[in-house]
């Protein structure tokens, strides 16, 4: 386990000793405001240096409304654009000014903001945040701009094949559900952000609130004042979370199967997924992440065989990440040869009805764990990385401590855990199997 | 919890950033500078080298002590950067050079076997060689382990044994707990002494660097192929010349024999520098270097790498089916981390095109005003991002020729003309009529005070840095630069900037369909004027006048282009082939 320092090296600011025996080593201090904004404090050793990171839990699931896939996403670049206090100009000039890394990503479940940089940055990092949460303001002209980037984002990746495979897996497993979309949106959704104006107040207006926001601080900083400045900064802040219900997926009941034909040549490659629970489920959650490597990783029976024995394979790549809400669990391989998806794909279906027989070989059980444990660990290398760590898995259930109760629930888990979740998830009539090949004229 | 690899979002073209890519959550590694979205499945393509599997990139550790015996740990955030590490030459075998970082108390150990070959030691014919010979050595087994069997070694231990393969330098690296250290170090050592060279590993490893040329770079990865093209346009006759992962015909006619022959020929122990940094324990770097000393002891010295010359053509459209079009500008010098114009050149580059930040000019006046694309930035030096960080430049790519180049992520057809432009016109006016201002000296100066900090953020990330100025014969590069670039002023900011920048030397890389008209265009020189997106309704943004203005200024800025042999238009199929 992660011990980033002797205590007796940095005995002037003394922090606590970091838990080894836990996932999330570094001691987590957890404030609420009487608006409902939430404050976690990371005790991690970082001489100078501060992460901050704003975690909002709004994503392209919020994006419910037909029209408005990427929205959330949209919205994220907006958060770039200014006050009628600090202008994007101001913003941008100050941050750079300070040396810092500010950036902000979104996801399915949650957009993120971040800065990182010298420790000395904090006060002004403090109310500059606050400010563009409480004050958001941009005009029409600006907005439209934006749009422009969004659609740049959006064709930077256009030659990639997966961008479409990706989209056409979603929209075939989820029928109801808004992770039937992707989080960039579809392109004919981006071309029209330019006329969503009126609906970007709208959103800011049901999602960015205190109580749907937790900010996360690592490194050095002084825990007291900070807090002060932080209740001084977004205490004003009001509003109440009013999300828009997602719809629930229901129950897939037949198998699925769709396939993109892509215009130039390219690998083929076949995605099989089925649906499974959601990150709240948290024995579901370990077993999900177990059988990711189980299943596809290097040591895995259909990795050794497929990629390394007859080599009919390029790549195999475990799709499942915790989500919110129920997600799909699955392999995305890229096929040497179209001729071979089939055979492929039967491979993985063997494999998975050995693991519904009972067949768990329980070393490997034991290895996987083992690997799981260890990336965790390397993981959380500096400041940033710890924040960053604790934000997105806050994200999936709003508990601070959810990377410690999965690994908790990780510890548990038994080989006929595995047998069971394969039971009971992969069947066929659960499954959806997305296929890409090049269309006829595109290859050369 | 931590994905299982990289590709953690390739269910997310998902996670888009306001300035930057694609970030998974709590991810591990990806190239997120330059890796398509569905990252991890290029596994053989990352960046240009293309030996980087995800997940395995040497990218942590902590805080490290001073060098000094007797000093504290170096609060790095205030002083800055760790003083330079001991190189320990002389005592050991072969020539041999052992480079090591003070011992922390991280629970992480790197150790870094850098040797001084890279794709400059390709022979003719033979490009990619050096790459995939270093590929098949890390990934292929040893002759204890089968491939197989050295990934269920390596599985548990969520080791990370990893090479990056450069033009002058190819860097084997392992990343472990401590607890695991013991396991891990018989078998980096005898992937460089006793790789088992098995042919249906070697197949595999051909097969897949062939595949990340013909389908990956050529079809699925527009950025990088207008990098990559770029690349080889600047260094035509030179070492540099060919893609590090090589040119496709040649790969294919690679046989196991030329790659033994090549291991035994680059990779010996005089071009070797054994590093090593995190929490090792205080024998580990002479034990690996005794080891090491099992290598074939001398080769030939590495190929000379000339000065690079401009020698045109000033174009080069890449002709493909593509729906936007990548561009890539650059020129060839030979600017250094030793040169003492560096922190000039440095403030002068973050002004006009910070890597994914939004305060330079680039950024500001082609993205931010008028929507073309989705970033534009500008680099003094080789560049490929580490990660998802945009703060962590990718170390092990020291070079001793350099390059200035400009990147415009893809732009829609009707604007890739007006946006080149742009680039010309807004680097013109850097030279000419609006020289870096004061202010933007000074923020910039700021920015990097503060940012540099945050390069060498981990144990690994430090060593590979010492590494790299141990080849450039410096020291300290990061707390130098740190601490000239308060002196600076406006004046030697502007003075090194069109010292070094010489606009009619750049050439020009477009890569997309219908390059005939584009080539008519940049010979004709007629008016290319912006399209501003519209809406469902057909209306455009409302645009300040100036802007517009400007606007017209841009939209018949010439191209430079000097007459048809000046404009090469070639068929995607035909690079790297």
């Avoid at chain 1, 980037?149 to 256009?158: D, V």
């Avoid at chain 1, 065989?305 to 669990?329: C, E, H, K, W």
């Avoid at chain 2, 022979?123 to 292929?140: I, Y």
């Avoid at chain 2, 099992?294 to 080069?316: C, D, I, N, T």
Wanted: charged share 25%; net charge neutral; glycine share 8%.
């Amino acid at each position: 386990m992660l011990l980033p320092l002797f205590a007796a090296l940095v005995a002037a600011s003394a922090p606590a000793v970091p838990d080894a025996t836990k996932a999330f080593p570094f001691p987590v201090e957890v404030h609420a405001l009487p608006n409902g904004l939430r404050v976690a404090f990371i005790q991690y050793d970082s001489p100078g240096l501060v992460a901050y990171y704003t975690l909002m839990r709004v994503g392209s699931r919020n994006e419910v409304e037909k029209g408005r896939s990427g929205f959330a996403h949209f919205f994220e670049h907006m958060m770039f654009r200014g006050t009628k206090q600090h202008s994007a100009e101001d913003y941008n000039g100050t941050v750079t000014r300070l040396g810092l890394s500010t950036n902000a990503f979104t996801s399915e479940d949650m957009t993120v903001y971040h800065l990182y940089g010298p420790a000395q940055a904090l006060p002004t990092i403090i109310e500059y945040e606050a400010d563009r949460f409480r004050n958001l303001f941009y005009d029409e002209p600006a907005f439209r701009t934006e749009a422009g980037a969004i659609l740049g984002e959006y064709i930077k990746s256009a030659s990639n094949p997966e961008q479409k495979m990706f989209e056409k897996m979603v929209e075939t497993a989820f029928t109801r559900h808004t992770y039937g979309h992707t989080v960039i949106g579809y392109l004919k959704d981006i071309e029209n952000m330019p006329s969503g104006f009126e609906y970007s107040r709208e959103f800011f207006r049901r999602y960015y609130t205190p109580d749907n926001a937790t900010i996360f601080v690592a490194g050095d900083f002084d825990k007291a004042a900070t807090l002060a400045q932080i209740e001084k900064a977004y205490g004003g802040w009001s509003g109440r979370l009013d999300a828009v219900p997602v719809p629930r997926e229901p129950k897939q009941r037949q198998s699925r199967r769709a396939q993109v034909d892509w215009d130039k040549p390219t690998l083929p490659r076949i995605w099989i997924t089925w649906h499974t629970a959601a990150a709240s489920d948290l024995k579901s959650a370990a077993v999900a992440n177990l059988l990711n490597a189980y299943l596809f990783g290097p040591t895995s029976p259909l990795y050794q065989s497929l990629i390394l024995g007859r080599q009919t394979v390029d790549s195999m790549v475990a799709t499942y990440n915790d989500r919110r809400d129920p997600n799909l669990f699955g392999v995305l391989m890229r096929v040497k040869d179209a001729k071979n998806l089939r055979t492929v794909e039967t491979s993985v279906l063997r494999e998975i009805k050995n693991l519904a027989g009972g067949r768990v070989d329980a070393k490997r059980l034991e290895a996987v764990r083992s690997n799981l444990r260890y990336s965790n660990t390397m993981a959380l290398d500096k400041a940033d990385s710890a924040a960053v760590t604790l934000a997105v898995n806050t994200a999936l259930t709003g508990d601070v401590d959810y990377l410690n109760r999965e690994f908790a629930a990780l510890a548990q888990v038994q080989p006929r855990d595995l047998q069971e979740f394969a039971k009971s998830h992969f069947m066929d009539l659960n499954r959806t199997t997305v296929t890409l090949v090049t269309a006829k004229g595109g290859g050369r | 919890m931590r994905p299982l690899n990289a590709f953690a979002l390739a269910l997310a073209v998902a996670a888009a950033c306001a300035q930057q890519q694609v970030r998974p959550p709590a991810a591990g590694q990806a190239d997120g500078g330059t890796r398509p979205a569905a990252g991890a499945v290029d596994t053989g393509g990352s960046g240009d080298a293309g030996v980087s599997p995800p997940g395995t990139e040497p990218h942590k550790g902590a805080l490290v002590a001073a060098g000094a015996a007797d000093a504290g740990p170096s609060p790095r955030g205030g002083t800055g950067i760790a003083p330079p590490p001991r190189v320990m030459p002389g005592t050991l075998p072969a020539g041999l050079q052992l480079l090591e970082l003070p011992a922390t108390q991280n629970a992480i150990v790197n150790v870094q076997l850098r040797f001084r070959s890279g794709a400059i030691d390709d022979p003719r014919g033979k490009a990619g060689l050096t790459s995939l010979t270093a590929r098949v050595m890390t990934e292929g087994g040893t002759q204890a382990l089968s491939a197989k069997q050295l990934l269920e070694a390596l599985f548990p231990l969520a080791a990370e044994l990893d090479v990056r393969v450069d033009k002058e330098m190819t860097t084997f690296s392992a990343r472990v707990h401590k607890d695991n250290l013991g396991k891990l170090l018989p078998i980096l050592t005898d992937v460089l002494l006793h790789p088992r060279w098995d042919p249906a590993e070697f197949r595999r490893l051909r097969d897949a660097a062939v595949n990340d040329i013909e389908k990956r770079l050529r079809q699925g990865d527009d950025e990088n192929l207008g990098k990559e093209s770029l690349s080889e346009l600047m260094y035509r006759g030179h070492p540099y010349g060919r893609l590090t992962l090589g040119h496709a015909s040649e790969l294919k006619s690679l046989g196991l024999q030329d790659l033994q022959q090549h291991a035994a020929r680059v990779f010996t122990a005089d071009r070797l520098t054994v590093g090593v940094s995190g929490g090792y324990p205080p024998s580990l770097g002479k034990d690996v270097a005794q080891a090491m000393a099992g290598l074939p002891a001398k080769s030939q010295p590495p190929a000379a790498v000339p000065e690079q010359g401009p020698h045109g053509p000033r174009f080069l459209l890449v002709e493909k089916l593509a729906d936007s079009t990548a561009i890539s500008i650059g020129l060839p010098y030979d600017l250094s981390h030793k040169d003492a114009d560096w922190p000039a050149m440095s403030v002068a580059r973050s002004a006009f095109g910070e890597h994914r930040q939004f305060n330079g000019r680039l950024m500001q006046r082609l993205r931010e005003a008028r929507g073309l694309n989705y970033g534009d930035y500008a680099y003094i030096e080789h560049f490929q991002q580490d990660g998802f960080d945009a703060a962590t430049a990718q170390t092990g790519r020291a070079r001793q020729q350099q390059d200035f180049t400009i990147w415009l992520r893809p732009v829609r057809d009707e604007n890739r003309l007006f946006a080149v432009r742009a680039a010309l016109y807004e680097l013109s006016r850097s030279l000419k009529e609006e020289l870096f201002s004061k202010e933007e000296v000074e923020q910039s100066q700021g920015f990097l005070d503060g940012y540099i900090l945050l390069f060498d953020q981990t144990d690994a990330r430090k060593l590979g840095y010492a590494l790299d100025d141990q080849f450039g014969g410096i020291s300290s590069f990061l707390a130098t630069w740190r601490s000239g670039l308060r002196f600076v002023t406006p004046d030697q900011v502007n003075s090194a900037w069109r010292k070094w920048i010489d606009p009619s030397k750049l050439e020009i890389v477009l890569a997309g369909k219908d390059m005939a008209s584009v080539k008519k265009t940049l010979l004709s020189g007629e008016p290319t004027p912006i399209r501003y997106q519209r809406d469902a309704t057909g209306k455009t943004p409302e645009k300040p006048p100036a802007q517009l203005a400007t606007d017209k200024e841009i939209e018949k800025f010439p191209f430079g282009a000097q007459g048809d042999s000046d404009v090469q238009v070639v068929p995607v199929e035909k690079m790297f082939e």
